[in-house]
């Protein structure tokens, strides 16, 4: 059973700069692709960006673009998101999600049913 573990939240004020990172523990194959995403109070969860891991490819969300990247390190089975210039409107819990499977479509990957394995979440805060 492959379980995902984010660690890196926290509270810093705006202009600041956290990194979230998510491992995969059980896997016996690597992820297809990695995504993050978030849910702040009284809003539906939303995708934040993803990384195929084939061949590193990324996107994101208008919202964090220019600001997150999202990386990834096959070796260790752990994906991060850098986020850097955050905003108060950046204060959410963090998921990261993973789909693992024997195949899988390409294309965007900034919906939730994208994805079959989750984290429990890390909380960012950001202050003004």
């Known amino acids: 059973q492959v379980q995902l573990v984010e660690s890196g939240g926290g509270s810093v004020q705006a202009g600041g700069s956290l990194r979230l990172s998510c491992a995969a523990s059980?896997?016996?194959?690597?992820?297809?692709?990695w995504g993050w995403f978030r849910q702040a109070p009284g809003k539906e969860r939303e995708g934040v960006g993803y990384i195929y891991t084939v061949n590193g490819r990324t996107d994101y969300a208008d919202s964090v673009k220019g600001r997150f990247t999202i990386s990834l390190d096959n070796v260790r089975h752990t994906v991060y998101l850098q986020m850097d210039s955050l905003k108060p409107e950046d204060t959410a819990m963090y998921y990261c999600a993973a789909h693992f499977a024997s195949s899988y479509q390409g294309g965007t990957k900034l919906r939730e049913a994208e994805y079959n394995y989750w984290g429990q979440g890390t909380q960012v805060t950001v202050s003004s």
């Open positions: 059980g896997a016996t194959y690597r992820s297809n692709y």
